[in-house]
C-alpha cells in the first residue's frame, strides 16, 4: 500500500476488526483520501456476501474502500461493488495484484531471456 501512494498504512486485520483490514490515506496532488481496505487470500471467487459485509463494515467511517484478493471475483460480487445506491469499491483480483506487484518491482523480480532457434530451412540451402 506504501509503495502505490499511501501516505499512511495502518493494519487492522484480528477477529475484532469488524471487516475492515487495514486503513490507509492515499495523497493525490492536493487531496488526500481516507480508504478502507480488506484482503483475502482465497483460490476461489469472492462473492457478493463479502463485498456486502465489507461495504457494511465501512459505511459511515469513510467513502472509499479497496477489496483485494489473491483469487477472482464473480460477476455478481463485481456488479455488488458498483450497485446504484451505495458507495461503489474498487476491486483488486488475483491477476491484477501480480501486475500491481510486479510494476512496483515488490518481491518479483523480472528477467529478459533470449531465445536462440535453428533456422532448418537455411541451412537446407546449403
Known amino acids: 500500500?506504501?509503495?502505490?501512494?499511501?501516505?499512511?498504512?495502518?493494519?487492522?486485520?484480528?477477529?475484532?476488526?469488524?471487516?475492515?483490514?487495514?486503513?490507509?490515506?492515499?495523497?493525490?496532488?492536493?487531496?488526500?483520501?481516507?480508504?478502507?481496505?480488506?484482503?483475502k487470500s482465497y483460490i476461489?471467487?469472492?462473492?457478493?456476501?463479502?463485498?456486502?459485509?465489507f461495504r457494511g463494515a465501512m459505511v459511515g467511517r469513510t467513502d472509499k474502500g479497496l477489496f483485494m484478493t489473491t483469487g477472482t471475483f464473480t460477476s455478481e460480487a463485481k456488479k455488488e461493488a458498483v450497485?446504484?445506491?451505495a458507495p461503489a469499491l474498487d476491486l483488486i483480483d488475483g491477476e491484477q495484484l501480480c501486475i500491481l506487484l510486479k510494476d512496483l518491482k515488490l518481491?518479483?523480480?523480472?528477467?529478459?531471456?533470449?531465445?536462440?532457434?535453428?533456422?532448418?530451412?537455411?541451412?537446407s540451402h546449403l
Open 1 to 39: 500500500m506504501r509503495a502505490s501512494g499511501f501516505i499512511k498504512v495502518q493494519v487492522t486485520g484480528r477477529k475484532s476488526d469488524g471487516g475492515i483490514d487495514g486503513i490507509g490515506v492515499l495523497r493525490i496532488a492536493l487531496l488526500s483520501f481516507q480508504v478502507f481496505f480488506q484482503c
Open 107 to 123: 518481491g518479483i523480480e523480472t528477467k529478459s531471456i533470449e531465445v536462440v532457434a535453428i533456422d532448418t530451412d537455411w541451412f
Open 44 to 53: 476461489g471467487s469472492v462473492g457478493p456476501g463479502e463485498i456486502r459485509d
Open 83 to 85: 450497485r446504484d445506491g
